[in-house]
């Protein structure tokens, strides 16, 4: 089993920059990928980024490119969702999520991160 855990979320004007990260542990070695999803109120949850666990694939909704960065330290386990430009629609619970091939589900969850962008 890998448990996650996500941090670095908060309060941001519109505008802003803030970096989540999401540590793992556990068995992390049956880690395919990881990505990052959101939801927001009244909304589906949608894939922001992922990134495969050896850090040679990332891929972003469109609405992110240019603006978010995923990225991964291999000696901590952590992947990084550094996040710039924030808009108001970015508003939402982040989560991130690992699946173990490249067919799977994400089947391991964080608790999730509050992010807010006023404006």
């Known amino acids: 089993q890998v448990q996650l855990v996500e941090s670095g979320g908060g309060l941001v004007q519109a505008g802003g920059s803030l970096r989540l990260s999401c540590a793992a542990s556990?068995?992390?070695?049956?880690?395919?990928?990881m990505g990052w999803f959101r939801q927001a109120p009244g909304k589906e949850r949608e894939l922001v980024a992922s990134?495969?666990?050896?850090?040679?694939?990332?891929i972003y909704t469109n609405s992110v490119k240019g603006r978010f960065t995923i990225s991964k330290e291999n000696v901590k386990n952590t992947v990084y969702l550094q996040m710039n430009s924030l808009l108001p629609d970015d508003t939402a619970v982040y989560y991130c999520?690992?699946?173990?091939?490249?067919?799977?589900?994400?089947?391991?969850w964080g608790q999730g991160t509050q992010v807010t962008v006023s404006s």
């Open positions: 990134i495969t666990w050896n850090g040679g694939s990332t």
């Open positions: 999520a690992t699946r173990g091939s490249i067919s799977g589900a994400y089947d391991n």
């Open positions: 556990g068995r992390t070695s049956s880690i395919y990928r």
